[in-house]
C-alpha cells in the first residue's frame, strides 16, 4: 500500500469526495499502525483487516461508483 498509495493517490487526495477521503485516512492509519506503536488504530491491524477492510473497500466502490452515476445523469 505504501508505494501504491504515495505515488498514485496521496497527491490527489483533494480530488476525492470526502467521505472517501476519510476512509483513506483510515485505511493509512491502520497501514502505519502495523510499524509504529505510537500510532492509535482504532482496531489491531489483524482484526481491522478480517473484519473491516472489504467492508471499507466496498464503501470506497459505492460512492465512486454513485458520483459516477451522479455525474452522468
Known amino acids: 500500500m ?11 487526495i483533494l480530488y476525492y469526495q470526502p467521505e472517501i477521503r476519510e476512509l483513506l485516512k483510515l ?3 491502520e497501514y502505519h ?3 509504529d506503536p505510537d500510532i492509535y ?5 489483524d482484526k481491522f483487516f478480517s473484519e ?3 467492508d471499507t ?4 466502490e459505492q460512492l ?3 458520483k459516477i452515476d451522479d455525474l452522468l445523469n
Open 2 to 12: 505504501k508505494i501504491y498509495y504515495f505515488k498514485n493517490i496521496k497527491p490527489n
Open 27 to 29: 485505511m493509512e492509519t
Open 33 to 35: 499502525s502495523i510499524r
Open 41 to 45: 488504530a482504532i482496531k489491531p491491524f
Open 52 to 54: 473491516d477492510f472489504l
Open 57 to 60: 473497500l466496498l464503501k470506497m
Open 64 to 66: 465512486i461508483e454513485k
